[in-house]
């Protein structure tokens, strides 16, 4: 589940080539309607990460964002329950394609450890 548009442009621009890798191989993805900042994640019912850090180096090292990591069966329930309550609202993400899309995502793409 993504942001149908996040709050920068650019970032939008860096995530399309990789979410139509996921979506190639299978993969369903979520245009959720608004902006959601928390990052959740829930895996084979065993562990639910919940907090705001994206895995990457600015994110952890330089602003400091956490995870909070569930392993109980109730609280990961009830973080599976409330994606699963989102999911309701999104649409179907399809890609968009062209050229001066292209260059635009090879572009962002390229600056997205800046990002």
């Not at 970032?11 to 990052?39: F, S, V």
């Not at 909070?68 to 699963?84: F, K, P, R």
Request: with cysteine; proline share 4%.
């Amino acid at each position: 589940m993504i942001p149908k548009q996040s709050n920068h442009r650019m970032a939008d621009w860096a995530r399309g080539p990789h979410l139509r890798a996921l979506k190639e191989a299978g993969g369903t993805i979520h245009a959720y309607p608004r902006m959601i900042h928390a990052k959740t994640a829930v895996f084979d019912s065993s562990i639910a990460l919940v907090g705001s850090a994206n895995m990457d180096e600015r994110s952890l090292l330089l602003n400091y964002e956490l995870m909070l990591a569930i392993y109980s069966a109730t609280g990961i329930a009830t973080v599976a329950d409330w994606i699963n309550s989102q999911v309701e609202e999104c649409e179907a993400w399809e890609p968009r394609h062209g050229r001066t899309r292209a260059m635009a995502e090879a572009f962002a793409e390229t600056m997205s450890p800046l990002l």
